[in-house]
């Protein structure tokens, strides 16, 4: 939902309002970071996005939740993707590069154990999520979003079948989560529409369970999508695709006497 799903703008992380019910994923241990947990993470789980931009405080506010943008995990052969509606329109993009340009805090949360063994239709997920693929972002539904919410969210709560012209993220997710299941079973807002779905719905509505807040661990590499390769024969670095798990060292400190120079 946020404008600031990709990019990054040096604002330091604001803090939140105490009133807000909705509890937060822990930090993880010491050094483990988004791509040490990797491969804990499912298609089905959740990433739940605190922004530090204006248009996040607003959606937060209006909301009464910290959270102001949601996306889709899912895992591709061996790669870990996430789905979202982003300025851009409805897109795929690599998990690590989400949590390493975004300007704010990731949250990780999973989808319940039990819901995945008996009810979650992964397949039907994906194909929701792959056909709302490039479907615009949704600027006037979220405009209306915020006045449903300040008015009480009174809106007629039935769905509609046809592809929708444009789609804000927690609308988009809504949906995805709606059709992957028999009977709208993993519908996150029973009482309202997908269009008046806001992304505090995801964590209050007991299908998802809080992990941990997502730290880059790779020293900015995933932002780039790329990463330098050894010098070869020829004394030219090569481009390789990054995949979500390299590293890149940190440079070795400075010798004592370059500092004093």
Excluded at 37 to 48: I, S
Excluded at 101 to 118: H, I, T
Aim: contains cysteine.
């Amino acid at each position: 939902m946020s404008a600031d799903a990709s990019g990054t703008d040096g604002h330091p992380p604001r803090e939140h309002h105490p009133r807000w019910k909705v509890s937060l994923a822990p930090r993880p241990q010491t050094g483990r970071s988004y791509q040490d947990l990797r491969e804990q993470l499912k298609t089905g789980d959740l990433l739940l996005f605190r922004g530090n931009r204006l248009l996040s405080g607003v959606i937060e506010r209006l909301s009464d939740s910290p959270y102001s943008h949601v996306a889709i995990v899912a895992r591709w052969h061996d790669r870990v993707v996430a789905f979202q509606a982003d300025l851009r329109g409805v897109e795929v993009l690599p998990a690590s590069t989400m949590v390493c340009k975004y300007s704010g805090k990731v949250d990780w949360w999973s989808l319940r154990q039990d819901l995945r063994d008996g009810t979650f239709k992964e397949q039907e997920l994906f194909n929701t999520a792959l056909t709302l693929l490039g479907v615009k972002y949704g600027y006037l539904r979220l405009i209306e979003l915020g006045l449903r919410i300040m008015l009480g969210r009174t809106l007629n709560p039935k769905d509609a079948h046809a592809t929708p012209d444009s789609l804000f993220c927690s609308e988009f997710v809504s949906r995805c989560y709606r059709n992957a299941a028999s009977g709208n079973l993993l519908d996150v807002n029973k009482t309202a529409n997908d269009a008046s779905t806001s992304p505090s719905d995801f964590a209050t509505s007991g299908f998802f369970e809080k992990r941990y807040q997502l730290f880059d661990g790779s020293n900015g590499q995933a932002c780039n999508g790329l990463l330098e390769a050894p010098v070869g024969r020829r004394k030219r670095r090569r481009a390789l695709t990054w995949d979500g798990t390299k590293r890149l060292q940190p440079p070795p400190p400075a010798p004592e006497n370059a500092l004093q120079s």
